[in-house]
């Protein structure tokens, strides 16, 4: 494989079912790298992926991150959560101003692991 750039800008920005956007920057069979966004006030949707580690690395906005075992806790910029397989997990945009963040799955993420842990839709 020979090595790439991928730029910001070349992006394309989806709407979830988990209350947030979603850009794909980079998927191998090995990691998957996404930047999220999430407006402020909304909390995605409690979930947890099977067979994948996920760390979420803020780089812009205030939030808090609870589920499973992890106790609620405020998270900003700079801050990274790691979240194993199969634990449940959620963020809450407790700030003014839009939270980004990227996701990056190892192995990638696919719909296929993705399981929700909430009964709302």
């Known amino acids: 494989m ?3 750039i991928i730029k910001a800008d070349t992006l394309h920005e989806i709407k979830t ?3 947030c956007s ?3 920057n980079w ?5 998957s790298i996404a930047q999220a966004r ?3 006030g909304i909390a995605t949707l409690a979930h947890h992926l099977e067979g994948v580690d996920e760390i979420y690395l803020i780089t812009k906005g205030k939030a808090q991150v609870d589920g499973g075992d992890i106790t609620p806790t405020p998270v900003t910029a700079g801050d990274a959560v790691f979240i194993p397989a199969g634990k449940t997990q ?3 945009n ?3 101003t839009d939270l980004v963040f990227y996701c990056i799955c190892t192995p990638r993420f696919t719909e296929d692991c993705y399981r929700s842990d ?4």
């Open 2 to 4: 020979k090595p790439r």
């Open 17 to 19: 079912p988990e209350r």
């Open 22 to 24: 979603i850009a794909e």
């Open 27 to 31: 998927s191998s069979e090995k990691v």
């Open 38 to 40: 999430v407006k402020p």
């Open 90 to 92: 959620r963020i809450t």
């Open 94 to 96: 407790i700030g003014k």
């Open 118 to 121: 909430s009964d709302e839709r």
